[in-house]
Nanobody
Framework: VQLQASGGGLVQAGGSLRLSCTIS????????MGWFRQAPGKEREFVAA???????FYADSVKGRFIISRDNAKKSLYLQMNSLKPDDTALYYC???????????????????WGQGTLVTVSS
């Protein structure tokens, strides 16, 4: 399984970016997809998840500003990021996992497949 993230870049505070992730899975059925991020000197943290049922979940820090979505036909996962802040600066990773459960959804170790990351830099 291969994941390829793209769409990162430099944006001013208050701006928007849309990240994309193409996933080489035959079917998305049974998989939870997620976005994580890692800022310099910090641990990788949960950003958002797209559940098997279609429900979505967000970290409190991005709730109301970011939207995760999925297009099964295009084999793609997206993260629309609005009202960006300098604190959102990080390397963003897409991930997929077939064994993710509710209690582990926010843990990076629960996801078995990862993209290479795309850098988002928000200037003040």
């Amino acid at each position: 399984v291969q994941l390829q993230a793209s769409g990162g870049g430099l944006v001013q505070a208050g701006g928007s970016l849309r990240l994309s992730c193409t996933i080489s899975l035959r079917t998305f059925s049974g998989y939870v997809m997620g976005w994580f991020r890692q800022a310099p000197g910090k641990e990788r943290e949960f950003v958002a998840a797209f559940w098997r049922s279609g429900s979505t979940f967000y970290a409190d820090s991005v709730k109301g500003r970011f939207i995760i979505s999925r297009d099964n036909a295009k084999k793609s996962l997206y993260l629309q990021m609005n009202s960006l802040k300098p604190d959102d600066t990080a390397l963003y990773y897409c991930a997929a996992g077939s064994s993710v459960i509710m209690s582990t959804m926010r843990s990076a170790s629960a996801y078995g497949y990862w993209g290479q990351g795309t850098l988002v830099t928000v200037s003040s």
